[in-house]
């Protein structure tokens, strides 16, 4: 079982409609949660973190966190083709010095 | 205010070939990273520097070495290169408060070994 899953896509999803990207984790320890958007053959880009149960609201973008089903999601309101980018789910574990793992990221299209 | 900087963009080795990578960020960051992104593996971590002076192993450090110059430069080194090293390269670095949460990455560097 890989530590940190997504699926691939590609997601479609049409212009103005909400884009609902999943990720679950195999550490039940976890305790920071990532989200970094990576637009073709650039490099990934922090658009979101989230720490603690629930959700956290920034602009369009929402991140949710269910620690005791160990799932993240993002969600983004009134998706745009500026949108359409992988998105990389990412996880740190208990501890300071604690290893991120990376997932190998969800492709997202929003088509007009 | 240029954030991260690596170079080169792009660099075709030769097996045996040696190299190295540059990376410098201009954010006063304490911590910098040097991950590899490959297809359908994610990104995984090489080295880190949690601060000048100090380098440790990440997730795939074999065939790599590092210098942390000073505070500004991480540099990553491929003394012999292998094919298996392929692959896009990425340096990071984050405050020193949010040690293992790279927050800026630079553009990469495309490395193929033949």
């Known amino acids: 079982q890989k530590e940190v899953e997504q699926n691939s896509g590609p997601l479609s999803v049409p212009e103005g409609a909400i884009a609902s990207l999943n990720c679950t984790y195999s550490?039940?320890?976890?305790?920071?949660f990532f989200w970094y958007r990576q637009y073709s053959g650039k490099s990934p880009e922090l658009i979101m973190s989230?720490?603690?149960?629930g959700d956290k609201e920034d602009g369009r973008f929402t991140a949710q966190l269910n620690k005791a089903s160990q799932y993240v999601s993002l969600l983004i309101r009134d998706s745009q083709p500026s949108d359409s980018a992988t998105y990389l789910c990412?996880?740190?574990?208990?501890?300071?010095?604690?290893?991120?793992?990376f997932g190998t990221g969800t492709r997202l299209q929003v088509t007009l | 205010n240029a954030g991260v900087t690596q170079t080169p963009k792009f660099q075709v080795l030769k097996t045996g070939q040696s190299m190295t990578l540059q990376c410098a960020q201009d954010?006063?960051?304490?911590?910098m990273y040097w991950y590899r992104q490959d297809p359908g593996m994610g990104l995984r971590l090489i080295y880190y520097?949690?601060?000048?002076?100090?380098?440790d192993k990440g997730e795939v450090p074999n065939g790599y070495n590092v210098s942390r110059l000073n505070k500004r430069e991480f540099s990553l080194r491929l003394e012999s290169a292998a094919p298996s090293q392929t692959s896009v390269y990425f340096c990071?670095?984050?405050?020193?408060?949010?040690?293992?949460?790279?927050?800026?990455f630079g553009d990469g560097t495309r490395l193929s070994i033949l």
């Open positions: 990071a670095s984050s405050e020193a408060q949010v040690f293992n949460q790279p927050q800026h």
């Open positions: 550490d039940r320890g976890s305790q920071s």
């Open positions: 989230i720490y603690s149960n």
């Open positions: 990412a996880v740190n574990g208990p501890g300071t010095a604690s290893k991120l793992t």
């Open positions: 954010m006063n960051h304490n911590s």
């Open positions: 520097s949690a601060s000048e002076g100090t380098t």
